[in-house]
């Protein structure tokens, strides 16, 4: 059966779900010609789909096959027709009734279309054949076993058909420019068609506030191309901004016309937020910040792996508020949902390419693949407020000709988005200095792991920040990862939680310090890992389990990220408290807005009282009433995530 979800001139019908499978080591298929149908002892599976979790074929890297059959009803015999993927790990090769449409190579987190108008069926069945590897590869980026996650080859995402008329959006941009002065904003609108030969179109745009659905503009629009897209400038007026504690969201609507009929139409949620560095301050919405972050790793449930399904990033979102992380980052593409997610929740966010630490630099070849992952990630993600950065590299020690790529890398991502920041991400700052690849980024960053991968012990901190401070001038400082990986050092959740908590007060005592990204929420599957073995294989490094139970150190995290500090509680009769709050000035720091506080009473409904506003440093004193016998009580976010309690609760 298959799942249609309609807008005006286009269709999106799922391809999710039963599709056949089978591996392939001895490459049989390739000489048996398995593209234009398996053999009958393929099995059933379900894709999103791995085949690292299935029993056997847990440490299997090589070739496999899976198969879909469809049909398209005659109806839609003079529409367009383009599949979509998801992501495919890693190399793909797309077949239609036998005929190679399409691959998809060395790119297996970032989505890719496949035309199939010309080739596919209508009104009978369509076989839908794609061969998957997940070889160690030296062409690939994750590059050959060097990389510290699962290599779960499959069709991890979704797959879907999407159906549209003539012309058709292959997407649309939106880049709001905000005053922060007056909190009004103008937008420029960027649309692409999948038709090159196209130069002039029709269209209509609508932008509405996502959750009233409250119309904010309607307008009708000729556009003439322009370069390789049409674009258009939109006044928005007064606008309410997005802000990880207030995340606001709109939806632009873009709907082409030919004839004074819709062809095709795209509705992308978008924010308006301004992000910006000056000097060693980080700003969002005129506001210099500094932000507690937390990193989650994907593909790290032992039944799922890189095929998460949807209740999995739920909860990695809602972890992520409840923790008070305000920041995070991610080593590879992720699924789209997260991006939403995180749009929703209000979790700012750097997303990277997959190179790690090796090679040093990149081929030609392998920069051509960096350069595709970028183009495919950005414009796919563009829109989305959460993001902040793109990353470049994580932890590469490049050769003498790395600076001159990085370089020209960053020009390549400011290129395609001129609005976020792009960085490098590296570990041994300390000791290359002005000179360290981080510093040709826009925010330097630091992988601070003294104690553990560098150093004898965490009390060496201080000298090795003081090697950064000799050189840093009047820039920010990011870090980046911090965390215990065991079983390479021992210690436990308790050395976990002593480490961390010294970390983090370090990292609190230096303003040009702007955030800091905790590695990481949750222990998680690696190819290349310590601890277990098959679909189990992993590196302990989490305030959580692989099945996201939580450790001590979750509850540790939470306080040492919460903006609220109380500081004194005194019973003033038996029903009555009298409660002293701070809002904290080192990490975080950041002003809160719409904060309550909520106490049950004696029947045990519960009571909300705002707090005032409070900017950096500032306290309050309040007084609570008709409290029951336990005297306790929640302090939350405006959307309900519970910030610290008294007493503290587990």
Not at 365 to 384: C, G, P, S, W
Request: net charge neutral; charged share 20%.
């Amino acid at each position: 059966m298959l799942f249609s979800h309609a807008q005006q001139g286009r269709s999106t019908i799922s391809l999710n779900g039963n599709w056949r499978f089978i591996s392939d080591s001895t490459h049989t298929g390739q000489t048996s010609n398995w593209a234009a149908g398996l053999p009958a002892k393929a099995t059933t599976v379900q894709v999103p789909h791995t085949w690292n979790v299935m029993k056997g074929l847990e440490n299997y890297s090589g070739l496999a096959w899976y198969e879909k059959t469809f049909t398209v009803p005659a109806q839609n015999s003079n529409k367009q027709l383009r599949l979509k993927f998801d992501a495919v790990y890693h190399d793909a090769m797309i077949y239609l009734n036998g005929a190679q449409l399409a691959t998809h190579l060395n790119s297996g987190y970032t989505t890719f279309y496949v035309d199939i108008t010309k080739q596919v069926k209508f009104g009978s069945p369509n076989k839908l054949v794609v061969s998957v590897s997940n070889a160690f590869s030296e062409t690939n980026l994750p590059y050959k076993k060097k990389f510290d996650w699962c290599n779960d080859g499959g069709i991890i995402r979704g797959v879907s058909l999407q159906v549209t008329g003539k012309p058709s959006i292959r997407y649309v941009h939106i880049t709001p420019a905000v005053n922060c002065a007056d909190s009004t904003a103008k937008a420029q609108l960027d649309l692409t068609l999948w038709e090159e030969e196209v130069t002039a179109v029709q269209a209509v745009v609508r932008i509405n506030e996502k959750r009233s659905n409250k119309t904010v503009l309607t307008q009708s629009v000729a556009l003439t191309k322009s370069g390789d897209d049409f674009n258009a400038t939109l006044d928005l007026g007064k606008v309410h901004l997005w802000h990880f504690n207030d995340p606001f969201l709109y939806q632009v609507q873009v709907t082409l016309q030919q004839n004074d009929q819709p062809t095709d139409q795209v509705t992308h949620t978008f924010g308006c937020r301004k992000i910006e560095l000056r000097g060693p301050q980080l700003y969002l919405n005129n506001e210099a910040v500094r932000l507690p972050g937390l990193e989650y790793m994907p593909s790290s449930h032992p039944a799922y792996g890189s095929a998460e399904p949807r209740w999995v990033m739920d909860s990695v979102a809602n972890m992520f508020k409840d923790l008070n992380v305000t920041m995070s980052r991610f080593h590879w593409q992720v699924d789209e949902y997260m991006l939403d997610q995180l749009d929703e929740k209000g979790v700012l966010l750097q997303v990277e390419i997959p190179w790690w630490q090796q090679p040093e630099h990149l081929t030609p070849q392998l920069e051509e693949v960096a350069r595709k992952q970028f183009t495919e990630m950005i414009e796919r993600d563009y829109n989305h407020p959460c993001i902040f950065a793109w990353g470049i590299s994580n932890e590469v020690h490049g050769d003498s000709l790395a600076p001159e790529q990085y370089k020209q890398l960053k020009q390549f991502v400011r290129s395609l988005d001129s609005t976020r920041l792009a960085n490098v991400v590296s570990n041994i700052t300390f000791r290359l200095k002005q000179h360290d690849a981080s510093f040709i980024g826009d925010l330097p960053t630091w992988n601070e792991y003294i104690g553990t991968w560098y150093g004898k012990s965490t009390q060496e901190t201080p000298a090795y920040f003081a090697e950064i401070e000799s050189c840093i001038g009047d820039r920010a400082l990011l870090i980046t990862e911090n965390g215990l990986c065991e079983p390479r050092f021992a210690g436990g959740d308790l050395r976990r939680i002593e480490d961390m908590t010294y970390h983090y007060h370090e990292w609190a005592k230096r303003k040009y310090i702007v955030g800091c990204i905790y590695f990481c929420l949750n222990d998680y599957r690696t190819q290349m890992g310590e601890d277990g073995s098959d679909n189990y294989k992993a590196r302990i490094h989490g305030i959580t389990d692989l099945y996201f139970k939580k450790k001590s150190s979750y509850y540790v995290f939470k306080q040492l990220a919460s903006p609220i500090l109380i500081t004194n509680v005194k019973k003033l009769n038996d029903t009555t408290v009298q409660v002293m709050l701070q809002n904290k000035n080192e990490l975080p720091s950041y002003t809160i807005t719409g904060f309550s506080v909520t106490w049950p009473n004696a029947q045990n409904k519960l009571i909300q009282q705002k707090l005032p506003t409070l900017k950096p440093g500032e306290t309050a004193t309040i007084t609570l009433a008709g409290m029951n016998a336990r005297a306790g009580f929640d302090i939350c976010t405006p959307a309900g995530y519970r910030v610290t309690s008294y007493p503290f609760v587990h």
